[in-house]
């Protein structure tokens, strides 16, 4: 009975901690997180426009850059305003659909993202390795079934981790250790045995990205093998820069990713818990930040788009109108005597009196009758 009074299998709120042991720095930490988080958002949809817009980008690389955008919106909006919450107005609470909701959107987004990176090392192999058959292997058909076939994959590894926990019991401790809901943070609170967790938890991680770890690694060593062939020293070097701002990109992605899958399985104890929040929450915050730096501030097509629109913005500016101030050469206030103006004056050769001749009758049209009354010393004028 006792087991039974102090686990619950649907809780109604979990408490996020935020960053455990630095709550008193929260308000400063938020500082560099909120700027990351509108920098991102800035860039991705800027980003995501000019590409759209310009129909010289509707190309494959382009159309697999724009789905990496849009996985970089999805995970930083799902997370970071729930962590300036936490940061800023101390809004710990989340329901427990909404920490289930927050889980599948970040491991979702996340095997998503990875199978994009995985399309886009394919794309750059075949352009650089097999230009020939750039055209035929990526027509549009292939990529769309390539995006659906992520969607369906992250869908198929993902779901099984939402019912894993819905099906676990719960404990009156539901302080979660962290700034987001993810799978292990979630799991660990629960009374009940959580290895199917442990284990699946792990083996997707291993399976999935591992694998596209692998993919990512063979596509770009066969890249740098044809770079190195190259007759030209200054070709050579831009594919080396272009390749290494890759690799880092995409090391940023998945080193944190690793490190905190690792770190709940194997080192929860010997490494300082904040941390480990620290890396996770940057894990949602940089790779967004950065990939419109790497793969677009440094592509040629995407920044000569960007500064045709600029011009074309500043060639229809917003239109002012200037306050006009006196004394003002253009707008004088006029002074009198003034020969342009001149005050008219009575009698005048430019303005006369206007004079009418009085009517004499007999009028045929308004005949005039003089009349004199007896009483009257006057005269009245009667219109007939």
Not at 14 to 35: A, D, N, Q, T, Y
Not at 93 to 118: K, T
Request: glycine residues 4%; charged residues 10%; hydrophobic residues 50%.
């Amino acid at each position: 009975m006792a087991a039974v009074n102090h686990t619950d299998s649907r809780p109604g709120t979990f408490l996020l901690v935020g960053i455990p042991g630095l709550e008193r720095f929260h308000l400063w930490i938020s500082v560099p997180f909120f700027s990351m988080y509108t920098f991102a958002l800035l860039g991705n949809l800027v980003l995501l426009f000019i590409i759209f817009r310009e129909q010289s980008l509707h190309k494959p690389m382009y159309l697999f850059l724009s789905a990496l955008t849009v996985a970089d919106l999805l995970l930083s909006t799902s997370t970071v305003p729930r962590m300036l919450a936490i940061f800023w107005f101390r809004a710990r609470g989340i329901s427990f659909g909404a920490c289930l909701a927050q889980v599948f959107l970040v491991h979702f987004i996340f095997v998503a993202e990875s199978a994009v990176l995985v399309a886009m090392a394919f794309d750059r192999y075949v352009a650089i390795c097999n230009p020939l058959r750039y055209v035929t292997l990526l027509t549009p058909s292939i990529i769309w079934r390539i995006e659906v076939a992520a969607v369906v994959r992250s869908l198929c590894i993902v779901l099984p981790l939402v019912f894993l926990l819905q099906r676990l019991s719960y404990c009156r401790n539901r302080v979660i250790p962290h700034s987001y809901c993810e799978h292990m943070g979630v799991a660990r609170l629960a009374c009940t045995s959580i290895k199917v967790n442990v284990v699946y938890g792990l083996t997707v991680a291993l399976l999935s990205a591992g694998i596209d770890v692998v993919f990512i690694a063979v596509s770009y060593g066969l890249i740098l093998r044809a770079v190195f062939q190259l007759p030209s020293t200054g070709a050579r070097l831009k594919a080396m820069g272009t390749c290494g701002s890759h690799l880092c990109s995409i090391l940023l992605f998945y080193t944190p990713a690793f490190f905190s899958v690792l770190t709940h399985r194997f080192g929860g104890h010997s490494i300082p818990r904040h941390i480990h929040i620290l890396l996770a929450n940057l894990y949602v915050v940089v790779p967004p930040m950065l990939n419109p730096i790497i793969y677009g501030a440094k592509n040629k097509r995407i920044c000569e788009s960007l500064q045709s629109m600029l011009a074309w913005m500043g060639r229809y500016p917003i239109p002012t109108y200037p306050i006009p101030m006196y004394p003002n050469p253009r707008y004088p206030i006029p002074t009198y005597p003034n020969p342009t103006y001149p005050i008219p004056t009575y009698p005048s050769p430019m303005y006369p009196i206007p004079t009418y001749p009085i009517s004499t009758c007999p009028n045929p049209i308004y005949p005039i009758v003089l009349t004199q009354r007896p009483n009257d010393p006057g005269f009245m004028i009667l219109l007939a």
